[in-house]
């Protein structure tokens, strides 16, 4: 990892509540993307933000999810009304201003969000 | 879908050569590879990214077949810490990173 910061870094939610996740990229990035990975299985894309606006959301379900990078600030990802199949990790990415193919992405530790 | 091809498992001793496959035979011309790994319970690692000519860092090598159909990540003295899923993808400028579900190495003491 290299500087991403993510928090909290686990998260217990009961059913029906909000979970808000948090992420900090690496200082001079301004490219930032988050992943969920489900127990016992791969990363899948969920949404890719630059400042302020949302590039590309067809990862993210079509309800209770959103996204935002704010100009100043960390990336919220937000989930509203929390079900037990929203349990995963959620991982944050960063990558400098540029274009996608040559840019690598820098992963947080991750947030596990615990739906009971 | 992945557009990359993995075994699921590998198993390596420690301090030998350990050398992951990937099978990418639909790989446009505009189209890198990447290498990442995720140490258990731990956010993904890049390790190494090439185009067409083979690449090293102070992790791995990177060898591409000429023609860029496949490719085989290289770490050449491999301890116990390098156990992990090794996720092999191939991206272009305009696509995202899409993980398929990657070869788990295990190092063998």
Redesign the interface.
């Known amino acids: 990892n290299a500087g991403v910061m993510q928090n909290p870094r686990h998260l217990v939610r009961r059913r029906g509540q909000e979970a808000r996740l948090r992420c900090s990229p690496v200082k001079g990035h301004s490219h930032v993307y988050w992943y969920r990975q489900l127990p016992e299985e791969g990363l899948k894309f969920m949404v890719y933000l630059q400042k302020e606006n949302i590039i590309d959301e067809s990862g993210m379900p079509k309800e209770r999810f959103s996204a935002e990078f704010p100009k100043e600030g960390p990336s919220i990802l937000r989930i509203q009304q929390v079900v037990r199949g929203d349990s995963a990790a959620y991982f944050c990415a960063s990558s400098p201003p540029g274009r996608w193919g040559t840019d690598t992405q820098y992963f947080g530790p991750g947030t596990r969000l615990t739906v009971l | 879908d992945a557009k990359t091809t993995q075994p699921p498992s590998m198993d390596c001793a420690e301090g030998r050569a350990a050398n992951l496959p990937c099978n990418h035979s639909t790989i446009s011309g505009?189209?890198?590879v990447?290498w990442y790994r995720?140490i258990h319970?731990?956010?993904?690692?890049?390790i190494i990214?090439g185009l067409k000519n083979n690449e090293t860092n102070e992790m791995a090598s990177l060898i591409i077949t000429e023609d860029r159909k496949s490719s085989t990540l290289i770490l050449p003295h491999a301890t116990l810490r390098d156990t992990a899923v090794y996720?092999c993808i191939v991206?272009?400028?305009?696509?995202?990173?899409?993980?398929?579900?990657?070869t788990r190495l295990h190092i063998l003491p």
């Open positions: 505009n189209e890198y990447y995720q319970s731990q956010g993904p690692q890049y990214h996720y991206r272009s400028p305009d696509d995202k990173i899409i993980f398929g579900k990657g």
